[in-house]
């Protein structure tokens, strides 16, 4: 039976987490699904878990053999895609297990294009740091001033991401994409279910805060081509939600 959600899971040396993500993805109640992993020529540790999972025409693992970065991996990804939706997956995010079957039957039922979740925010440990709920829709204006979208949450029609890459930057690759995706479409909407849990690495969120900034400004610049005070102003509002959202530990 062809799958109706094709999930993306790009990969690199998540040994200590790909066999839970894994796992929240075989628990799923929705069983149309099909799950692409892109390992980015990760340690041997994680390539012994990835080889230990039983083979199923469900799930197709491509190694690479050079470290191309999480876009590559994305985009490789979806050219092996057959469903009609697409969703994204980090290896070190868990999904409810009731995550793909709402969100599947909310954008069949309504013709939405994009949909995400309200998200919760786990530790290294699994300890729980917060909840996150995004704004009930974005438009490409109001998402260049709070980015609360959860990369883990999202789940896009295939037929409008078309021709849509992610583009390589070290890193907010994932904004430029949701920038291309909601530029095409009226808006994204909101379930309002808490149905990820969205994975905050030790001191990650901490040193990354500078360089989001700067790759944030760079993209807005170059590809949205926003001007200086535009561009400041989308910083700032981000800045703040990031903080109301995290805190100013």
Known sequence: MRPKISIIMPNFNGEKYIKATI????????????????DDNSNVETLN???GIKKTKKIKIIYLRK???A??????????TSGKYLAFLDSDDLWNKKKLAIQYEFMEKNKFFFT????????????????????????FETFVKNTSIGTSTMMIRKSIAKNIIFTSTP?????????????????????????TKYRIRKNSLQSNKLRNVYWIWKINNR???FNFFKNFKSLFFISLNSLIKYGFK
């Open 171 to 195: 890193i907010c690759e994932d904004y430029f994409y949701k920038c291309k995706i909601l530029r095409k479409i009226d808006s994204a909407k909101l379930i309002n279910s808490v149905l």
């Open 23 to 38: 796992q929240s993805v075989l628990n799923q109640t929705f069983k149309q699904w099909e799950l692409i992993i892109v």
């Open 49 to 51: 878990i990835l080889k």
């Open 116 to 139: 995400y979740t309200n998200y919760e925010l786990i530790n290294h440990n699994n300890k729980n740091l917060g909840f996150v709920s995004p704004p009930k829709k974005f438009t």
């Open 223 to 225: 590809y949205n081509k």
């Open 71 to 80: 876009a590559y991996c994305r985009n490789l990804a979806v050219k092996y």
């Open 67 to 69: 470290n191309r970065g």
